[in-house]
């Protein structure tokens, strides 16, 4: 099985810009997650979509959004871009059955300038 | 309540020696614990995993120790290997969440 695939792998942008980032899971896997990964912050939770519908959302803000489709693919917008968005952006797959594990794809890395 | 502490932030290893990673949580209703093991340019790809009911569980060279008392659980990596070196996160969640709280991270080194 192809394992998650995340596109595109790296981003730059300017303060201000809107980006969208974009996470195909492994084929079967009906739940997608979403984390930040800063050196500073390290791994925190964004949000998590199950059958296009978002069943859990961490403390970020409301520039941080996300939506998933009918054959589970997902994306993830942020708007209005700060320099503190810059950071590796990771997709996590699992079935979305209680206890099923999450399997994260290589990330996209954002750089905002 | 949500948070995952993780110690060290960095160890360095003999070749064939232990390496041992620690973790602490403090909301009781998390009852998965899995380790995490990342490579630079990857994601972090799951190693091993434990549920609060059993006191110790082990993968060939890898076992977690976990004290549900103490609220601590740990990775120990035996006879470590110079490609075991990586980063390595513990995390916990409630099970069915998918909502994964994530510890700090340690960076290990072995040398050769």
């Known amino acids: 099985k192809a394992g998650v695939t995340q596109t595109p792998r790296y981003l730059i942008k300017t303060r201000g810009q809107q980006v969208t980032l974009s996470c195909s899971p492994i084929?079967?896997?009906?739940?997608v997650s979403w984390y930040q990964q800063t050196p500073g912050q390290g791994l925190q939770f964004l949000f998590e979509y199950f059958s296009e519908t978002q069943r859990n959302k961490g403390n970020f803000p409301g520039r941080f959004s996300g939506r998933q489709f009918s054959n589970s693919r997902s994306e993830m917008n942020v708007s209005t871009l700060e320099l503190g968005d810059s950071a590796l952006y990771l997709c996590a797959s699992s079935l979305g059955a209680s206890g099923s594990q999450q399997y994260f794809g290589p990330g996209t890395r954002l750089t905002v300038t | 309540q949500q948070q995952v502490k993780q110690s060290p932030q960095s160890l360095i290893v003999q070749k064939g020696g232990i390496s041992i990673i620690n973790c602490a949580y403090e909301n009781t209703a998390f009852d998965y614990f899995p380790w995490y093991q990342q490579f630079p340019g990857k994601g972090p790809a799951l190693l091993i995993a434990?549920?609060?009911?059993?006191s110790e569980k082990k993968e060939g060279r890898f076992t977690i120790s976990f004290n549900k008392s103490a609220k601590q659980f740990s990775l120990h990596i035996m006879d470590s290997q110079p490609g075991d070196s990586a980063t390595y996160f513990c995390a916990a969640t409630i099970q069915g969440a998918q909502k994964l709280v994530f510890g700090q991270g340690t960076r290990l080194t072995i040398n050769p």
């Open positions: 084929s079967g896997h009906r739940s």
């Open positions: 434990i549920r609060p009911d059993v």
